[in-house]
């Protein structure tokens, strides 16, 4: 009984640590976003997965055999302990660059990090990133072309980036607009193709940016003149037929008053609606699709035009107020709905006001939508040509009657269709500037 005893004490003694050793956990390491380049304070982000947490994390940065400390934490050990621990992945920030180590100098360096796990194995994990330092600050040079803008239309401009630098475009008020290589060139001659907006005042100017993570930025203005625009402003009364129809095809399941759930369509919805169309900006191509002017539905009469501010009167009481970003086409019932110009579909689906729209990318952040269809022909990802079937007109969405509601945005900014129906307008405005016409 004694040995017996002793032997499963000794097996306790030796297969408990065995286990915790088992239990035990590596560490993982990711650096996000990326860092490729470090000024003089570029902010790290890294993200540490460790079941059982973090004893140890050490950031530091290696040039020329020298070491420069960035970062370093700890927590107390629990050796034995951890397995009632089961910690979340966190992320720990640090700054790196001159700021923090005066000796280093533009050129490679290396990005060394480390982590050790809060159990009994206490495995450390190491990720090294090389990297370059480049304590420049951004600097610009922009084109000498004479810009003319048309407001709620589109422009384009290009200049040269150099320095350090990692976001580049325009900004025209509230907005900005990324920048892109111009085509068979380097990644510091640039292109940016921007919108401005129909409600940013006429006086704003516009003007080039190029900015790093440490904050540093610099800007540059460039020849321009704006043509401010009247937009129409139209009444649009509310008949109970009208409210039962749209209210209840938008929001069949929802219940209550008819014109408090239409200002809601007509307020939050279109609001999100219109948002997710600005987010498709993301899912451009880096190229130009398109080809030539884009084409006008066919035949068709102009029911509605951009930037239409509406009022909407309910039994002859102002009751909302919004503007119509797009073009109303209408021909006849379900006539056939063509692609304006050659590119990929980006979205095909049902979409609140819009009801069934497609969203075709034509390159570099343009792209142009249509709306209230009754059929959808194409899919996402899907390569379409200029004048292809897309679908067909009707009036899903918030929709009165059978029409194709189409419009157009750069950069998540919707703009008039008008320039890009004129062939001159694209050849001068845009092609020449990218070394196309």
Request: proline share 5%; hydrophobic share 40%.
């Amino acid at each position: 009984m004694k040995r017996i005893l002793f032997l499963a004490a000794v097996a306790l003694l030796v297969g408990v640590p065995v286990l915790l050793m088992v239990l035990s956990s590596p560490v993982t390491l990711q650096v996000d976003p990326p860092v490729r380049v470090i000024g003089a304070e570029t902010p790290v982000q890294v993200r540490v997965e460790s079941p059982h947490g973090v004893r140890r994390f050490t950031a530091a940065l290696e040039q020329n055999a020298a070491r420069y400390p960035l970062h370093e934490s700890s927590e107390p050990a629990t050796r034995f302990w951890f397995v009632f621990k089961e910690e979340p992945a966190r992320t720990i920030s640090f700054s790196a660059g001159k700021k923090r180590a005066q000796a280093l100098r533009d050129g490679k360096a290396r990005l060394i990090i480390e982590a050790q796990a809060n159990d009994l194995r206490g495995q450390t994990a190491t990720l090294a990133i090389d990297v370059e330092i480049n304590t420049k600050p951004p600097r610009l040079v922009v084109d000498g072309a004479q810009h003319y803008i048309n407001q709620g239309g589109a422009e384009l401009v290009t200049f040269t980036v150099s320095g350090y630098w990692t976001e580049a475009g325009v900004r025209v008020g509230p907005h900005a607009f990324r920048s892109f290589p111009l085509p068979g060139k380097s990644q510091d001659e640039r292109f940016a193709l921007f919108a401005f907006p129909w409600d940013v005042p006429a006086e704003t100017v516009p003007h080039v940016f190029a900015r790093n993570p440490a904050g540093a930025e610099a800007r540059a203005h460039f020849w321009h003149k704006v043509f401010p625009k009247r937009y129409r402003v139209r009444e649009l009364e509310l008949s109970d037929a009208f409210l039962e129809l749209v209210v209840n095809q938008i929001d069949p399941t929802g219940a209550g008053d008819l014109l408090a759930r239409f200002l809601k369509i007509n307020g939050e919805m279109r609001r999100a609606n219109s948002q997710a169309l600005a987010d498709l900006r993301l899912k451009t191509e880096e190229r130009v699709l398109w080809s030539g002017p884009f084409l006008q539905l066919g035949d068709s009469k102009v029911e509605a035009q951009f930037a239409d501010t509406r009022t909407y009167l309910y039994k002859g009481k102002a009751v909302d107020r919004q503007t119509h970003l797009g073009f109303d086409l209408a021909v006849t019932q379900h006539v056939a709905v063509a692609a304006a110009n050659h590119g990929k579909v980006v979205f095909g689906g049902e979409l609140g006001i819009y009801g069934n729209c497609v969203v075709v990318d034509h390159g570099y952040g343009l792209q142009s939508m249509y709306a209230h269809l009754s059929e959808i022909a194409v899919k996402p990802g899907e390569a379409v040509k200029k004048g292809q079937a897309l679908g067909k007109s009707g009036s899903t969405g918030l929709a009165g009657g059978d029409h194709l509601h189409f419009s157009m945005q750069v950069d998540g900014v919707q703009v008039t269709p008008l320039e890009w129906w004129d062939e001159h307008w694209i050849k001068d405005r845009i092609l020449s500037k990218l070394g196309g016409g």
